[in-house]
Structure formats: C-alpha cells, structure tokens
C-alpha cells in the first residue's frame, strides 16, 4: 500500500492517503488538496508528492 501523509507536504492536517499505485495516490492527493486545502497540484508540487509517498502496509 502507498501512502502520503497530508502532514508531510506541509499542511496541517492529519489526512493520509492511501492506494495501490503511486498514480492512484496523486490522483486522490490533487482530490484532496483541491477539495480540502483549495490548492491546485501543479506538476512541480505533484513531483514533490511523489517523493513523500511511503511504502506502508
Ligand atoms: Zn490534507
């Protein structure tokens, strides 16, 4: 399971994202930021995302 922690891209919130394939991650990350935090994931920022996703079980 790939995770990102919303924490971990320099909000505060304690939201976790969690899917299979890191694409699947960042599909719901850009949900999530645009919903919860109103902020567009531009290509630099989804890069940074990417490098925050964990390998968690
Ligand atoms: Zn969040």
Redesign the pocket.
């Known amino acids: 399971m790939k995770t990102l922690h919303?924490?971990d891209?320099g909000?505060d919130?304690?939201?976790v994202i969690k899917a299979t394939t890191e694409e699947e991650v960042l599909t719901l990350a850009a949900d999530?930021?645009l919903n919860?935090?109103g902020v567009s994931v531009t290509p630099e920022l989804a890069e940074q995302l990417k490098s925050l996703i964990k390998e968690e079980v």
Do not use: L, N, T, W
Request: charged content about 10%; some cysteine; aromatic content about 10%.
């Open positions: 919303c924490s891209a909000f919130c304690e939201g999530h930021a919860v935090h």
